[in-house]
C-alpha cells in the first residue's frame, strides 16, 4: 500500500513538472516567416529552446502577413478558446504603422487583446516594433509610446523591438528592406528571449 501511494506521488510530481504549457504567438508576416523557410524562423527556434526547457510547451503560431490590431482582435476570440493558452504573445501594430492607421485604435485594439488574453487565465507578453522615421517624428513618437504605455498600465513583459539590431543592417534583410532574412533569425530570436526567458 505504501509502494503504491509512493508511486502514485511521483507519477503526480512527474505530471505537474511536464504539465503542457501552450503559447499563442498573434502576430504578422514578422512572426508569419515572412520570405524564408518557417524552420529557419525566429518562433521555431523559440519552440526548439522551450523545448529544452520542457518537452510539453507547444506554440500556437496564429501569425498571418499583412495582419493588423484590427485582424488580431478578430481572431483572438476563437483562438483563446479552442486553444486555451497560458500564454499570449502579441506582436502587432507594425502593418497599423505602416499604414499611417490611428494610433488611438491600434491602442485600444491592442487594450482589448490584453484584457481578453487575462479573462480567459493567460499570461500576457506585449511585442513591439519600430516604423520608419519617414513618418514624421510626432507619429513615430505616438507610435512608440503606445506599447510602453500598456507594458506599464498591464504590468506586462515588454520586448520594445523585435527587429533591434536587425533593422538597420542591409545584409540581415530581405530587398523590401521590412523583412528580415533568415540569417537575422537567431539575432530576433535572442532579443524575444532576452525579456521572456524568466517569465517561463
Known amino acids: 500500500m505504501i509502494k503504491l501511494l509512493l508511486i502514485i506521488t511521483l507519477l503526480c510530481i512527474n505530471c505537474t513538472l511536464y504539465a503542457e504549457q501552450k ?51 478578430k481572431q483572438l476570440p476563437e483562438l483563446l478558446k479552442s486553444h486555451q493558452p497560458d500564454w499570449v504573445l502579441l506582436e502587432l501594430g507594425g502593418n497599423d504603422g505602416l499604414r499611417g492607421l490611428s494610433l488611438k485604435s491600434m491602442k485600444i485594439n491592442l487594450e482589448k487583446m490584453i484584457k481578453l488574453s487575462k479573462n480567459a487565465g493567460a499570461k500576457v507578453i506585449l511585442i513591439g516594433i519600430k516604423i520608419p522615421p519617414n513618418y514624421g517624428p510626432v507619429y513615430t513618437r505616438m507610435f512608440d509610446k503606445v506599447y510602453s504605455q500598456l507594458s506599464k498600465q498591464y504590468d506586462l513583459p515588454l520586448v520594445p523591438f523585435l527587429l533591434k539590431d536587425v533593422a538597420i543592417k542591409p545584409e540581415l534583410m530581405l530587398p523590401d528592406r521590412l523583412h528580415p532574412n533568415e540569417k537575422a533569425q537567431p539575432i530576433i530570436f535572442n532579443t524575444v528571449w532576452q525579456t521572456i526567458k524568466s517569465n517561463f
Open 23 to 73: 503559447i499563442l504567438l498573434l502576430g504578422d508576416s514578422l512572426s508569419a516567416a515572412y520570405g524564408i523557410p518557417k524552420e529557419q524562423s525566429w518562433v521555431n527556434l523559440l519552440r526548439n529552446k522551450l523545448k529544452q526547457i520542457d518537452p510539453e510547451f507547444e506554440i500556437i503560431n496564429a501569425s498571418i502577413t499583412g495582419s493588423t490590431t484590427a485582424n488580431g482582435l
